[in-house]
């Protein structure tokens, strides 16, 4: 089992719905979540980060840990073509440092 | 403020050679981490530098090593290279401070193709 699991989608969306992108992990010492958008051809790019369980609110963009059951979700409002890209999540263990364990993440296509 | 850059962008190499990829920090950032990412996968960690040192490393063989100077630029270095060495490999720089974690910024690769 994958410490970090996400569907690689591709999920397509029309322009303007609401995106919900999952996670799960099974390691406990999970303690920091974050969320990297990655355009084709592109590095990585921070969105969103987290430390506690609930609910993260930025621009169009939420993000929403819950520690019980090992789940965390980025919700994209009013979604834009411009949001078409993989949706990796990231965590971080306590003590680990700055090393980042990846899902393999989910590919959007937000369509006109 | 200038992000991560990373150079080539693009390498190909024969199996067996080696190969060096170099990175240049954010500006004001000291840790720097390598990741590889096949094609389709999540990135995984390979080793982390903070002040020249190998700060911690992923299950990568000792084959992949790396540098980190005063500049906090730094290498990766692969020897002896394979065919599942193919991916883009990723340099990624933070702010490491007492008990913090710092969000790490990417660069936007070097893809990596061994023949």
């Known amino acids: 089992q994958k410490e970090v699991e996400q569907d690689p989608g591709p999920l397509s969306v029309p322009e303007g719905a609401i995106v919900s992108l999952n996670c799960t992990y099974s390691?406990?010492?999970?303690?920091?979540f974050m969320w990297y958008r990655q355009y084709s051809r592109k590095g990585p790019e921070l969105l969103m980060y987290?430390?506690?369980?609930g609910n993260k609110e930025d621009g169009r963009f939420t993000a929403q840990v819950d520690k019980s059951s090992k789940y965390i979700s980025l919700f994209i409002r009013d979604s834009q073509p411009s949001d078409s890209a993989t949706y990796l999540c990231?965590?971080?263990?306590?003590?680990?440092?700055?090393?980042?364990?990846f899902g393999t993440g989910t590919q959007l296509k937000v369509e006109l | 403020e200038t992000g991560v850059t990373q150079s080539p962008t693009h390498l190909i190499k024969t199996r067996g050679q080696q190969v060096t990829l170099r990175c240049s920090s954010q500006?004001?950032?000291?840790?720097v981490s390598w990741y590889q990412q096949a094609l389709g996968q999540g990135p995984q960690f390979i080793f982390q530098?903070?002040?020249?040192?190998?700060?911690g490393r992923g299950n990568f063989p000792p084959r992949f090593s790396g540098l980190q100077f005063p500049n906090y630029s730094s290498e990766l270095n692969v020897n002896a290279l394979e065919l599942d060495d193919s991916a883009l490999y990723l340099c990624?720089?933070?702010?490491?401070?007492?008990?913090?974690?710092?969000?790490?910024?990417f660069g936007n690769g070097t893809r990596l193709t061994v023949t």
């Open positions: 390691n406990s010492a999970f303690q920091y």
């Open positions: 530098y903070y002040r020249e040192e190998e700060n």
């Open positions: 990624a720089s933070s702010s490491k401070a007492q008990g913090a974690i710092s969000p790490l910024h």
């Open positions: 987290t430390y506690s369980s």
């Open positions: 500006s004001g950032h000291n840790t």
């Open positions: 990231a965590n971080i263990l306590t003590g680990g440092g700055n090393k980042l364990t």
